[in-house]
């Protein structure tokens, strides 16, 4: 387990522990993330169907049993390439700058590792730049660009 100190003020330390873990079909319902994806419902639904299925990862980072990151991983799309596709990587807004996306990463590198895949490969939105910084500081480089389009 780690433990992440977040000091907002010289008068208050606040400490709390992250766990790490695949999600569980009682996470789901957190996962919407108190109404910011509750519109994402049905592809939540459906990427943790993918995962009893073999075929995708929802990695999470949790705060006493509270999802407060994840990262989705995909293993069929890339899969021909030896490529893992990293997507979904968030953590919730109040914890950006803490360490838990790059801990996330590093982790859905490691699930990938052990199953034999060769390289990782994650999207940023265009207009996220914060995205961009953090994929670069772990050693990702710009490869080209998708437009993809989803409605749900």
């Known amino acids: 387990m780690a433990s992440y100190t977040y000091e907002k003020s010289p008068e208050l330390n606040l400490a709390i522990d992250i766990s790490f873990r ?3 079909e009682e996470d789901l319902e957190n996962l919407e993330w108190f109404g910011i994806f ?3 419902r049905e592809i939540i639904q459906r990427a943790y169907d993918a995962q009893t299925r073999g075929e ?3 990695l999470l980072a949790l705060h006493k049993d509270l999802p407060v990151g994840q990262c989705w991983i995909d293993l069929e799309k890339r899969a021909e390439d030896n490529t893992g596709l990293l997507w979904a990587l968030r953590v919730i807004p109040w914890l950006h700058g803490h360490g838990i996306g790059s801990e996330l990463i590093r982790r859905a590198e490691h699930e990938l590792a052990r199953r034999e895949f060769e390289f990782a490969e994650l999207g940023v939105e265009k207009n996220n730049p ?5 994929y670069r500081r772990r050693g990702y480089q710009k490869s080209g ?3 993809e389009s989803y409605s749900y």
Do not use: K
């Not at 914060?130 to 953090?134: H, I, K, R, T, V």
């Open 145 to 147: 660009e998708v437009l």
């Open 56 to 58: 995708n990862l929802i």
């Open 22 to 24: 695949l999600a569980r």
């Open 38 to 40: 509750t519109d994402h």
């Open 130 to 134: 914060q995205a961009e910084l953090l």
